[in-house]
């Protein structure tokens, strides 16, 4: 059973940062990418950010140069640095772990609120 747990949400004001984490119960070289999605209010899942197990990671336009996706293998845990934060980033945060034989895992999210 794959378990992914997200960490670091949270409330901050437009132009903050946060950074959350996602760590995985198991090797994150079992995964072809692992990715971090997000839920907005009244709104369909999106992906923001993904890191694939080669070549580059890609991120959504609406992040492109606010927010960074990396990892470190060896803990097997996922980040996601989100820097000049705006309202419209509010969103419950996802992790994604997705393998193509057996398909996509995802963490329970994790709220991140920007507000004044």
């Known amino acids: 059973q794959v378990q992914l747990v997200e960490s670091g949400g949270g409330l901050v004001q437009p132009g903050g940062s946060l950074r959350l984490s996602c760590a995985a119960s198991?090797?994150?070289?079992?995964?072809?990418?692992m990715a971090w999605y997000r839920q907005g209010p009244g709104q369909g899942r999106e992906m923001v950010a993904t890191?694939?197990?080669?070549?580059?990671?890609f991120y959504a336009d609406s992040v492109k140069g606010r927010f960074i996706i990396s990892r470190d293998n060896a803990k097997n845990t996922v980040f996601l640095q989100m820097n000049s934060l705006k309202p419209e980033d509010t969103a419950v945060y996802y992790c994604?772990?997705?393998?193509?034989?057996?398909?996509?895992?995802w963490g329970q999210g994790t709220q991140v609120t920007v507000s004044s």
């Open positions: 994604n772990a997705h393998n193509q034989i057996t398909g996509d895992y």
């Open positions: 198991t090797s994150i070289f079992r995964f072809n990418s």
């Open positions: 890191s694939p197990n080669t070549g580059s990671n």
